[in-house]
């Protein structure tokens, strides 16, 4: 079968998929019947489809739907769906690990996560009174990755600190100091007190709400986290002032040589320069082996005689403060146990919306994941890990944008296809992805190496390591977070030539033009409101502002704009395949369904889509391909839950080694 037949070709600009004229060929089957992610035991012995509901769905009720009220909620249901669409698929995390992709995506993710939070580590420092260091920050992103690659439904989601508690952390503390407050003991209750939370919303399926997040909220918080990392980054240079002129000129001048010789290597990787091993050399390890040679660059020549601020850091495995592991959490008024409780609601509000949107990124439309996911049993080990890191008097870590979407992206196989039948002209080619290696072992183990940069070894290391260059590393992230952003995209949309803008991109079918202006507008307004309250005292607000997109965009925007434009502008973060945990994403779901009785992902049941509306999952041009999966064993338990091709044998121009070819 020709791969230009079938292949669903997204386009990443404005979150939209949309696909190639499908060959009279094409299956007709439901999106469902064609998930090639299920143990070999549970696959149907006398039909195609790729996943059993009689084997693997235990306990979701039969074709009759009934509409409950949200005060019959079932308790727990969500996490127990979870837990059983998943445990299924445990053991080939693990084997499906057997892949080259897992090396660099493990490279690089450790960069793009302790670097970051090195940084974040050394805004708190300052604005902290040094009661958050490099030793803290380590250890939250630990604990995190060890808890979430092992236990996690998702665990293709990075978890880390973030931009966001890192302003939290600072406006609790501008707050609660003047008042002679425990500020550790203090938010160690915040911690406790959000792990209750946390534990309620998994319990009563609070993750149902997720089912009316579109890139509309996602887009808007992922343009704020971006200007977070190059506020940061700016920041971070304004700070070498404090040693004299030179040292900041440098400075700046090494910052802004990391941004360029990053965005390059980035460049190169999706070009034609260079053989494709060499090109993908490149945009793997680009970005580690810039930080580790601007490491060294101020050391050259003059540039030697030039101080520049490094990171300070502490003891090995010791906090950065002269106390323990453990907080006395008793040390503090009862009052101010009792204060601690809004500021618990504010972190939960804002881990529930920044972790679930981390997630819903991380596998998003364009990626062709096979495996399902579990909101709601993810949102019961955030609130564990909340506790556990109050109790520690670490930073609470929570899902990471851009590091959780990087990270798919690392792990994805892709491939080179000809726009042309005729195979001796490929003239005119592509690269889509293929699959994507979906497995435990990357999160795991760049958390282990983070473990082990708390060694004393390591952590001199870290501390040759100049500002500058984690200030150009903040100008990396955001500039890569704001590139892929949807409002960025629409934007340039709106800045091109008409007459030079190809028909085929969807926004051109709006008639309106003044509606894609207004909705752009709406999106700048609440980016600029968000970034405004978190420069304030306020910031600690800043979360329910943040939650206040969700109803705006589902109630207040069809108002005005026409369901065609809406869908233009707009469309779902994830695939209906992911959304299943929390019963699909809204007006797609099945009428009366709630989310506890959303069918298992793959099944026949309650249909949360219909053939018209596949938006099949990623290029998913992969779903139909693998229909050839079955001659090659994919797809058992054993036998690779999913495609089990290695990425790294590849025939030269094929991003994929296949063995029709």
């Not at 793009?112 to 803290?136: C, H, Y």
């Amino acid at each position: 079968m020709a791969p230009t037949e079938t292949l669903t070709v997204p386009t990443p600009r404005h979150g939209l998929s949309m696909r190639t004229s499908p060959s009279p060929n094409r299956s007709k089957k439901s999106w469902r019947s064609r998930v090639p992610s299920a143990p070999s035991w549970n696959r149907h012995n006398e039909s195609g489809d790729r996943l059993s509901s009689k084997n693997t769905r235990n306990t979701t009720r039969s074709d009759g739907v009934r509409k409950d009220r949200w005060w019959k909620t079932q308790l727990f249901r969500g996490m127990i769906n979870d837990l059983r669409r998943r445990a299924p698929f445990y053991w080939s995390d693990w084997t499906d690990a057997w892949d080259y992709r897992v090396v660099p995506a493990t490279v690089y993710m450790y960069f793009a996560n302790i670097l970051p939070a090195l940084a974040f580590s050394l805004d708190m420092f300052a604005k902290t009174d040094q009661s958050f260091g490099v030793n803290e920050v380590l250890l939250a992103s630990v604990l995190a990755a060890v808890v979430f690659s092992i236990f996690a439904a998702q665990p293709l989601v990075i978890v880390g600190v973030t931009g966001p508690i890192t302003v939290f952390n600072y406006t609790v503390y501008d707050i609660i100091t003047p008042r002679g407050t425990n500020y550790f003991a203090f938010m160690c209750w915040i911690g406790l007190w959000s792990l209750v939370m946390h534990w309620i919303l998994a319990i009563t399926n609070a993750c149902n709400g997720l089912k009316y997040v579109t890139r509309f909220s996602c887009d808007i918080f992922g343009f704020y986290v971006a200007f977070i990392y190059l506020q940061k980054g700016i920041q971070v240079l304004t700070r070498q002032w404090e040693v004299n002129d030179a040292s900041a000129y440098l400075s700046i001048a090494i910052a802004l040589l990391v941004l360029m010789a990053a965005y390059i290597c980035g460049v190169i990787g999706h070009s034609s320069l260079f053989q494709r091993h060499i090109r993908k050399f490149i945009e793997d390890y680009g970005t580690p082996l810039t930080v580790i040679f601007f490491t060294g660059f101020a050391h050259i020549g003059k540039m030697k005689n030039i101080e520049l601020l490094t990171l300070p850091t502490s003891r090995a495995f010791f906090p950065t403060t002269d106390r323990g592991w453990f907080i006395h959490f008793w040390d503090i008024s009862v009052g101010d146990i009792f204060l601690a409780i809004p500021f618990a609601v504010l972190l939960t509000i804002l881990f529930w919306f920044d972790h679930n949107v981390s997630s819903l990124i991380a596998q998003g439309t364009e990626f062709p994941l096979r495996k399902p996911a579990g909101f709601h049993w993810d949102i019961f080990l955030l609130g564990l890990t909340t506790g556990i890191a109050g109790l520690l008097g670490i930073p609470f870590p929570n899902g990471l944008i851009p590091q959780a979407p990087f990270h798919t992206t690392s792990l994805c196989v892709t491939r080179t296809i000809s726009n042309s039948d005729d195979e001796t002209n490929k003239g005119n080619t592509r690269r889509v992805v293929d699959h994507v290696v979906e497995q435990r072992v990357s999160n795991l183990a760049q958390g282990l190496l983070t473990l082990g940069t708390m060694t004393g070894p390591l952590l001199i290391v870290i501390h040759l390591i100049p500002q500058a260059v984690l200030a150009g590393l903040f100008f990396v992230m955001g500039v890569q977070a704001l590139e892929g952003n949807g409002i960025t995209l629409k934007m340039i949309f709106l800045a091109k030539d008409r007459h030079l803008t190809p028909r085929s991109d969807p926004l051109m079918r709006i008639d309106r033009r003044i509606a894609i202006w207004a909705f752009i507008a709406l999106e700048l307004v609440g980016f600029g409101a968000t970034f405004a309250i978190t420069q304030t005292i306020a910031a600690i607000g800043f979360p329910v502002f943040i939650l206040l997109y969700i109803p705006l965009r589902t109630f207040v925007l069809p108002k005005w704009f026409t369901a065609q434009e809406l869908g233009i502008l707009d469309a779902p973060t994830a695939s209906p395949f992911t959304m299943e945990s929390v019963g699909g994403n809204h007006g797609q779901a099945a009428e009366g369904g709630g989310a506890e009785d959303a069918p298992m992902p793959g099944f026949a049941g309650q249909g949360v889509m219909d053939e018209s509306d596949e938006a099949e999952r990623g290029e998913a041009g992969s779903m139909d391909i693998g229909k050839e999966d079955d001659k090659f064993g994919s797809g058992g338990n054993g036998e690779g839950t999913s495609r089990r091709w290695n990425s790294f044998r590849s025939p030269e121009g094929v991003e994929l080694d296949n063995p029709t070819k």
